[in-house]
Every structure is written in structure tokens, then in C-alpha cells.
């Protein structure tokens, strides 16, 4: 844990075994989610602590984040404005109150859902939840699932990434670039050079941040780093100094550093 000077060991479950942790996720109570490798998920908020395994509805006691691992991952963690925990994996599953009595669901073909490897999650300004897969974009509207893939314009249906602009307008990261979304079709964002998309594909997109400025960075897995804005594009890679040409993650902090992961 960053303190604000350094780094320090952070031990909220203070096992008396070795536990692997792979994603911490806040929610709006305080709460951490800890996911973990074979020892389920923990939620730990002040000195309560529950983990929480298949006895909750999870399909097992694997979690993983962040990381292109084989099956078993547990991608993405969500908090929607209804204080629902949405856990993206090979299938998605839902907490229905920060309420850990109360055992979650998966979420699957019995409620018109049919994604696979949820790789993505996020809510809209209208309160729509948004989810990125390995098949395709789904769109919850509280009542039903509708799908987008290749015949709405995504090159792709491998979505990585989903992002809303301030001004409200969808962005979505695939595998082969970034779109926007207008009405109910999708358009490429080229982050090209008019020489470069000649000889190359537009990039892997793994994660959006946008900045106070209007400009959009956005990280990729290969290509290292974009600057969009204005509709100009800039490319930072390890050739430039930058540390990896994979950035997965990417915020800024209060102090205007920003922070990459690969």
C-alpha cells in the first residue's frame, strides 16, 4: 500500500498461510473485494472480514485478475449505482447486495445473457450496464441483454475494454482497435498514421483513461501508448522511455502522476 512516501505492507486477513492476491477492488461502503489464487475472494472492511467461495454462489475458489492466465479467471469486479457486485470470468455472476448473507447468481443463458470470458464492466449515465467479452459487447438494461458484435460495425467481438466519455459517448477497446459508439452502430477510431495503416493493424486496445484536458489516453498490448486528442494521435513506446510497450491499466492520481501497469 502507497502511504503517500512509500510503499508498505498491506495484510487486512493477517492469515497464518501465504495468500495470493490478484485484484482489490473499493466499493462505495469502504469495502475491499480481495480476489485470490485458490482461496476464493475476501471482503474485508475495517476488522470484518468473510470469504467468499462456491458456499456464495461462486463457481469456484480460484480468483484471478488482470492477467491472461488459463481458465479459472475472475476478470473484472463492478459496483453498479444499485450497490450490485458484478464479477466478470469465464461466466458473470452477481452479488445482489453488499449484503454477504444474501448468496449471489450467475448470470447465463436463463436470463438471455450468452457472453463468454467476461473481460470488462461498466455502467452508463442512464444506467445501463455494459459488458465486454470474448464474444461480443452486451448492453443491461435492467430488464434484458442485447448484444453488439461485427454486424454493428466492431471489427472484433473480443472487447476488451468499455469507457464512457464525460460528454456520454461509448468507447470500446477490442482487439483490433478502438471504437466509438453513434446511435446503435459502432465506427473505428483509427490510431494509425495515414502511412502506418498500410502496412499495420490498428492496435490491441487494453485500457482507456480520459484526462481533465479532453484527451484520451489509451494503453494497448504491444503498441504501447496513445495520446488522443482532437483527433491527433501521438504513440509513446519503450522506444521513447516508456517502461513496457504492454500497458493493461491506467490512472492518475491526485498528485498528477500517472500510474501504468503491463
Known amino acids: ?28 461502503e469502504g469495502t475491499l473485494w480481495l480476489g485470490t489464487l485458490g482461496d476464493g475472494m475476501f471482503s474485508a472492511k475495517s476488522s470484518i472480514i468473510r470469504t467468499i467461495s462456491k458456499e456464495d454462489g461462486l ?70 450496464i455494459w459488458i465486454g467479452a470474448l464474444d461480443g459487447l452486451f448492453k443491461y438494461d435492467g430488464k ?12 472484433s467481438n473480443n472487447v476488451r475494454v468499455i469507457h464512457e466519455e464525460k460528454s456520454g459517448v461509448l468507447l470500446v477497446g477490442t482487439i483490433s482497435g478502438l471504437f466509438k459508439k453513434e446511435d ?18 490498428e492496435p490491441y486496445v487494453r485500457a482507456i483513461y480520459e484526462g481533465e484536458d479532453g484527451e484520451f489516453w489509451i494503453g494497448s498490448y504491444g503498441d504501447g501508448l496513445f495520446r488522443l486528442k482532437d483527433n491527433e494521435v501521438c504513440n509513446i513506446t519503450s522506444k521513447d522511455g516508456l517502461f513496457d510497450d504492454i500497458v493493461s491499466h491506467l490512472v492518475k492520481d491526485n498528485d498528477d502522476n500517472y500510474w501504468m501497469r503491463s
Open 1 to 28: 500500500r502507497f502511504n503517500g512516501n512509500g510503499f508498505e505492507v498491506f495484510d487486512p486477513i493477517k492469515a497464518d498461510y501465504e495468500i495470493n492476491f490478484t485484484k482489490i477492488f473499493k466499493d462505495n
Open 59 to 128: 463457481e469456484n475458489d480460484i480468483m484471478l485478475s488482470l492477467s491472461e492466465l488459463s481458465d479459472l479467471c475472475v476478470w473484472s469486479i463492478f459496483e453498479d449505482s444499485k450497490n450490485r457486485i458484478w464479477l466478470g470470468a469465464e461466466e458473470m455472476y452477481r452479488l445482489n447486495s453488499l449484503d454477504l448473507s444474501m448468496k449471489g447468481e450467475r448470470i447465463d443463458t436463463s436470463h438471455g445473457f450468452y457472453g463468454n470470458v467476461i473481460h470488462s464492466i461498466t455502467e452508463d449515465t442512464k444506467g445501463n
Open 144 to 155: 434484458k441483454f442485447q448484444g453488439f458484435g461485427s454486424a454493428d460495425g466492431l471489427s
Open 184 to 201: 446503435e452502430r459502432f465506427t473505428l477510431i483509427s490510431l494509425r498514421s495515414e502511412t502506418e495503416k498500410e502496412n499495420e493493424n
